[in-house]
């Protein structure tokens, strides 16, 4: 069998192996394919394994011998699957690779949103704390998250996962869910919808799929039913958030604070209004990347094409 990995270098750039998917054929792994070199890149190749690559229905009708497509992720909207369907290739991901490293990224984020540890620590190496004539400052509001509410939006493993570590932080939490596992309340978390959340929750976490009826949900008219200086972070995806909106609203303080580790187009435009705006933390997609994570996705696509080479199929999403 001929397997072809069409962009690793994202998610092994050389800390992690390659052997799990050596052992079920003949590899050849790029680091990136440009849209124009995908058809030669997948060649005669039996499975196809793609993070961000589009593999679209045309590339897929001009190599007829690919039998599997594998995401190396869990959102797979790179993939034509509709097309794959009708030719009867299964296209398999990765569910539940990184819930523990998302909501510690999360977690990470409101610390930082709070405390600003980064930009105090530089400052100190700055030297600016020698020159200082009191033993101790800070450069901008600390605060503390005992008896905060936290509106979670999308109560999924994520979002579950960071809800614990904020009732551990001495949180309550406000969750919204399309479907509310009621098992799961308690005197510190409550279902709530959106309107909820807004009117009540001190820090607002996006932790929901993106969908054609949730994107740009983040806006102005949303912004303004939020209680005045709600912290934002946002772990999911960009495309939630109406970004000029954001912006203005970061800008004239309505929102004291947000935290991004996902942006509307990645990478981002250098006229991003974000990357310019007052109080606002943005890192470069980054939640997902931790080395523990990143090795169950490489090992969970093998065991996909091991299943399907096996004569079955496991984490079909078409």
Avoid at 153 to 171: K, S
Avoid at 275 to 286: D, E, F, G, M
């Amino acid at each position: 069998m001929k397997i072809v990995v069409l962009d690793g270098l994202t998610l092994n750039p050389g800390d992690l192996s390659w052997e799990v998917l050596e052992q079920l054929g003949e590899l050849s792994v790029y680091d990136r394919t440009p849209p124009e070199r995908v058809v030669e890149r997948i060649g005669d190749a039996d499975a196809v394994f793609t993070n961000k690559t589009l593999v679209s229905r045309e590339h897929l009708a001009q190599c007829p011998s690919v039998k599997f497509v594998g995401v190396l992720a869990t959102g797979y909207n790179v993939v034509d699957v509709a097309a794959a369907r009708e030719r009867g290739i299964p296209v398999c991901n990765v569910p539940s690779y990184g819930t523990m490293a998302v909501a510690q990224f999360a977690t990470a984020l409101l610390l930082e949103l709070c405390h600003r540890v980064g930009r105090h620590s530089d400052d100190s190496r700055s030297g600016n704390w020698a020159k200082h004539p009191d033993f101790c400052y800070w450069l901008n509001p600390l605060v503390e998250l005992d008896g905060k509410v936290l509106g979670i939006v999308g109560f999924g493993r994520i979002g579950q996962a960071f809800a614990r570590i904020a009732q551990a932080l001495g949180m309550s939490v406000l969750a919204c869910a399309n479907r509310p596992d009621r098992r799961l309340e308690s005197a510190t978390l409550h279902y709530a919808t959106l309107d909820e959340i807004y009117a009540q929750a001190d820090v607002i976490s996006l932790h929901c799929p993106l969908q054609q009826s949730n994107q740009g949900m983040i806006d102005a008219a949303a912004i303004a039913r939020m209680k005045h200086g709600v912290l934002l972070i946002n772990t999911a995806r960009g495309q939630l958030i109406v970004e000029q909106d954001l912006a203005d609203a970061l800008n004239s303080g309505r929102i004291a604070g947000a935290a991004l580790d996902v942006l509307s187009s990645e990478p981002p435009r250098a006229d991003n209004p974000l990357l310019a705006a007052r109080n606002c933390l943005v890192t470069p997609h980054i939640a997902w990347a931790t080395k523990e994570a990143r090795a169950r996705i490489i090992a969970t696509a093998a065991e996909n094409l091991e299943k399907f080479i096996a004569g079955g199929v496991q984490n079909v999403v078409n």
